[in-house]
């Protein structure tokens, strides 16, 4: 079992930056790919990036390659998302997820845990 906790979301006006969190429980993090996806209101929850256990692989949605980033701390049990450049379009609950297998997918029913989500709004 593990569990995923999220933070770091906030408001922050379009151009600026947040640092996403997710922590995780347990001692077998290091196995998992991780992957961060976001749902805005009114809309289904997308793919945002995702990275694979060993941090060799890392895949983004179009909407977010070159000003988003993601990355792992194995000995922390963390994933980070480095959202640089936000645009108001990025405002959205962001949900961090944990992939059994290791590879890293962008579809979400490869992931096997969720965390509860932290908002993100980008003002214009």
């Known amino acids: 079992q593990v569990q995923l906790v999220e933070s770091g979301g906030g408001l922050v006006q379009a151009g600026g930056s947040l640092r996403l969190s997710c922590a995780a429980s347990?001692?077998?993090?290091?196995?998992?790919?991780m992957g961060w996806f976001r749902q805005a209101p009114g809309k289904e929850r997308d793919f945002v990036a995702t990275?694979?256990?060993?941090?060799?692989?890392?895949s983004y949605a179009d909407s977010v390659k070159g000003r988003f980033t993601i990355s792992r701390d194995n000995a922390k049990n963390t994933v980070y998302l480095q959202m640089n450049s936000l645009k108001p379009e990025d405002t959205a609950v962001y949900y961090c997820?944990?992939?059994?297998?290791?590879?890293?997918?962008?579809?979400?029913?490869?992931?096997?845990?969720w965390g509860q989500g932290t908002q993100v709004t980008v003002s214009s």
């Open positions: 990275i694979s256990w060993s941090d060799r692989y890392t």
């Open positions: 347990g001692r077998t993090f290091s196995n998992y790919a």
């Open positions: 997820a944990a992939d059994r297998s290791g590879l890293g997918h962008i579809q979400q029913s490869q992931y096997d845990y």
